[in-house]
């Protein structure tokens, strides 16, 4: 049962080549890595990232590898401050397969990249491997909603965790170090006995102000040990080389119910997901998003003044309503991710200008924004078990995107359903789009304005560098 599954995961990715990429998957990882650079860049204005920062300071480090607008500091504590900056606003994209990828798999490859002197294009290879493996992972464990005979025909599952992802991670790193199958089975066995427990479905049922270790799983401690164990693994120390293995193997230890080897094997190297990534076009979590257009595309078409709105109704996933959703209380950028009310009435005043200013303490205490929050009222999509069991089946994340706004205003009802937010892959956000929010998310940095056309053409042209230093050098202090 789950025979030799480390070992062909390893042997996959050892033999996956540059050359076997198609150039559409080219393209989008490059479009990716300058969207993870800019949510980076537009992180600093957290909290999340001062503190994540002052920890690299305190605890010193050699000067390695560079931290995304900031300094260098040993591959290690690079990697997580990058992983911390990278989800700080809750702007990174989704997917592939799963939900946040980026944060917990991108930081290991830019450092090791930077160590080894990498090339760009062995970089975009590291970025796909990590991508592609660290959502299949995730899509072939238990996820935040399981499969079941009777109606509605899912549950939800209290065993789901991103942290799963490291395994993608640690692929990146290999990759770029060259790890050859002894290597690189020992550091995934590594990193895979060493990661955070499934504690999502906890995080999701957390009343209060939000917690800065999102989703119970803290993407720079993920980034920070799959470089630790790919570090290790090359200087010859060992781990669970059958970590996925066996009756025993990691789905057990992380208590899933299943473990679909198929999901996470066939194909790879071959097939690839990362045309699925959904870029989020606004700095707050993706299941608010058709509401967000929703709202905003009917206060546009009937010039209604957001002071005029008697109600608000959203009917989307029943997960817009769990209690680490329902705060009302504003006391810190985190809650502004996930407050449902916050997320819709911030909609309908800047539903068309989004930027990492959301987030500020001058916004989130905007008495009219706290004012229309108390008109704001949820419900379940009428068909949200059909669309949920499709996507449970289809094996991709089990939560359905779509919303049907309602906005009450003198009397009058006007409504408007969006199934597919801006930047998923049935309504795709443009290069010019991406380029734009990368460019407003620079503008919260300390990156010179004059430095931000250069970094988006070494981005676009990352095939040809040959030493990715040079792409580091301006996102550095």
Not at 258 to 276: A, R
Request: aromatic share 10%.
């Amino acid at each position: 049962m789950f025979e030799n599954v480390t070992r062909q995961l390893a042997k996959s990715v050892i033999e996956t080549s540059y050359y076997s990429l198609p150039q559409e998957v080219i393209e989008k990882i490059k479009l990716m890595l300058l969207d993870s650079i800019g949510c980076a860049l537009g992180g600093y204005i957290t909290d999340r990232a001062r503190i994540a920062l002052e920890l690299v300071e305190e605890f010193g480090g050699n000067p390695q590898a560079s931290i995304i607008g900031n300094r260098r500091t040993s591959y290690a504590l690079a990697t997580f401050a990058n992983g911390e900056l990278i989800n700080a606003l809750d702007y990174d994209y989704i997917g592939p397969l799963t939900s946040h990828v980026a944060p917990y798999v991108t930081p290991p490859s830019l450092a090791i990249a930077e160590r080894e002197h990498s090339s760009g294009k062995d970089l975009i290879l590291a970025l796909a491997l990590a991508h592609e493996v660290g959502g299949r992972v995730v899509s072939s464990l238990a996820q935040h909603k399981v499969l079941k005979e009777e109606p509605p025909y899912y549950e939800e599952s209290p065993r789901f965790s991103t942290a799963s992802e490291v395994f993608g991670s640690v692929a990146g790193a290999g990759k770029l170090l060259d790890l050859d199958a002894e290597e690189m089975t020992n550091a995934f066995g590594i990193a895979g006995a060493s990661t955070a427990v499934p504690a999502n479905i906890k995080w999701e049922h957390m009343s209060g102000p939000s917690i800065m270790t999102k989703y119970n799983c803290w993407a720079g401690w993920i980034s920070q040990l799959a470089v630790v164990a790919a570090l290790a693994a090359e200087k010859g120390f060992t781990g669970d080389k059958t970590i996925l293995d066996g009756e025993l193997g990691f789905w057990k230890i992380i208590g899933s119910p299943f473990f679909k080897v198929d999901n996470l094997l066939e194909g790879l190297g071959e097939v690839w997901h990362i045309g699925e990534v959904k870029f989020k076009m606004y700095p707050t979590c993706f299941v608010y998003h058709t509401a967000i257009e929703g709202i905003s595309k009917i206060i546009q078409e009937h010039e209604i003044k957001p002071e005029a709105i008697d109600e608000i109704v959203v009917k989307g996933d029943p997960i817009i309503q769990t209690p680490n959703r329902m705060g009302t209380e504003m006391v810190s950028f985190a809650d502004t991710q996930f407050s449902n009310t916050f997320n819709v009435a911030i909609a309908a005043y800047y539903g068309n200008s989004p930027s990492p200013a959301w987030q500020l303490p001058a916004t989130f205490n905007d008495p009219r924004i706290k004012a229309l929050m108390q008109k704001v009222k949820f419900d379940s999509h009428p068909r949200i078990d059909e669309f949920i069991t499709g996507l449970a089946k289809a094996g991709n994340l089990p939560i359905f995107m779509g919303s049907i706004v309602e906005i009450i205003t003198k009397g009058r009802k006007f409504t408007e359903e969006v199934l597919a937010p801006k930047g998923s892959q049935d309504n795709p956000a443009t290069e010019a789009e991406l380029i734009e929010k990368f460019r407003n998310n620079a503008c919260y940095s300390t990156i010179k304005s004059a430095k931000v056309q250069g970094i988006i053409e070494m981005i676009n042209h990352l095939e040809e560098i040959d030493d990715v230093s040079k792409l580091f050098a301006p996102l550095t202090l």
